[in-house]
């Protein structure tokens, strides 16, 4: 079966310092895999991206950026950060093009 | 632009039935899901429907008419574990899903 991890689970960093997130998934092959930030009682915003090694797409500009170096490795990360990028950081794993999503345990960010 | 719409908060009773109601605008449309998320926790797969009308799995319906761009999630039987944020998602393109807000169930005994 498949399985999808995130670390760590709570983060807690200050303004300015650099940020790394990492996404691994087990059990499947060239999955798609996708970057979303939730903010406190809010929808999911998507981040990024991926359906494959290197390919990245980014839906909103803003500080962070997502890498992909191996098939089911997936990386989050921002030079430095904002107050504005807190929030729970879900990363999420798919096949195909319009199939349900399967979500990590996410991370807390909080920026101070 | 694209634009989900569901109920801030809902409060339904135990063993009762609740319907929760997600109105979209999107610019386009491949599909609509629904998903489950428990406070601190990472939403969780209901169901999904891109066919008009009723997909039934237990417990939990959806349905959904895409000329009214109107989806519901219909929850009989309420149990006290079904207090969660209810999602409603569409696909206008591909691989992006556009969410709303989520709409927080509250059950009471």
């Known amino acids: 079966s498949q399985t999808i991890h995130q670390w760590p689970a709570t983060l807690v960093q200050p303004v300015g310092s650099p940020l790394s997130l990492e996404c691994t998934v087990e059990?499947?092959?060239?999955?798609?895999l996708y970057w979303y930030r939730q903010a406190a009682g809010r929808g999911l915003q998507l981040l990024f991206y991926?359906?494959?090694?290197?390919?990245i797409s980014s839906e909103v500009p803003q500080n962070l950026s997502a890498s992909r170096p191996q098939d089911r490795q997936f990386i989050l990360s921002s030079k430095k950060l904002l107050l504005s990028d807190s929030g729970f950081y879900l990363c999420?794993?798919?096949?195909?093009?319009?199939?349900?999503?399967?979500f990590g345990p996410g991370t807390r960010l909080t920026v101070l | 632009g694209q634009n989900i719409d569901q109920p801030t908060e809902m409060t339904a009773t135990e063993g009762a039935i609740v319907q929760i109601n997600c109105t979209y605008q999107?610019?386009?449309?491949?599909?609509l899901f629904w998903y489950q998320q428990h406070a601190g926790e990472a939403p969780t797969f209901l169901s999904y429907?891109?066919l008009d009308g009723l997909e039934e799995k237990g417990r939990f319906s959806s349905f959904l008419s895409r000329s009214k761009g109107y989806s519901y999630l219909l929850l009989k039987e309420l149990q006290m574990k079904d207090s969660a944020s209810y999602l409603c998602?569409?696909?206008?393109?591909?691989?992006?899903?556009?969410w709303g807000a989520g709409t927080k169930l509250i059950i009471k005994p």
């Open positions: 999420a794993w798919t096949t195909g093009t319009y199939n349900e999503q399967f």
């Open positions: 059990g499947t092959s060239n999955p798609n």
């Open positions: 991926s359906v494959g090694i290197g390919q």
């Open positions: 999107t610019s386009g449309f491949n599909g």
């Open positions: 429907n891109v």
């Open positions: 998602a569409v696909f206008p393109r591909a691989y992006q899903l556009i």
